[in-house]
């Protein structure tokens, strides 16, 4: 079985996330915070809604990167310790 993608790299999530933004410009021309009349303004609010999904983009990917990482540094650390009995204490003067 191959390995799962990070959720970042499938086409899903950006399919997802061009349909988000699509909805996202969409309702911002219909509120009419974005102006359709002046093309300077809609390429400004595109450019806008680029940056900020990139940046929500990076952000997510940079912390789900870091705590991955961290995981795996506490599991190797954990799996480098002896083993031990876990909670279970036993009599060495009685074996049990």
């Known amino acids: 079985m191959k390995p799962l993608s990070p959720g970042f790299l499938t086409s899903e999530f950006w399919v997802k996330l061009a349909a988000l933004s699509g909805a996202i ?3 911002l021309i219909s509120t009419n915070v974005i102006k359709t009349s002046d093309p300077n303004s809609l390429i400004q609010a595109l450019s ?3 940056i900020g999904v990139g940046t929500i983009v990076g952000l997510i990917w940079g912390s789900t ?3 991955n990482n961290r ?3 506490k599991m190797a650390a954990v799996q480098s310790l002896p083993a031990t009995h876990g ?3 036993i ?3 009685t074996g049990r």
């Open 48 to 50: 806008n809604v680029l």
């Open 65 to 67: 990167s870091y705590a």
């Open 91 to 93: 009599d060495t003067r």
């Open 87 to 89: 909670s279970v204490v």
């Open 71 to 73: 995981t795996k540094l």
């Open 25 to 27: 410009i969409t309702f």
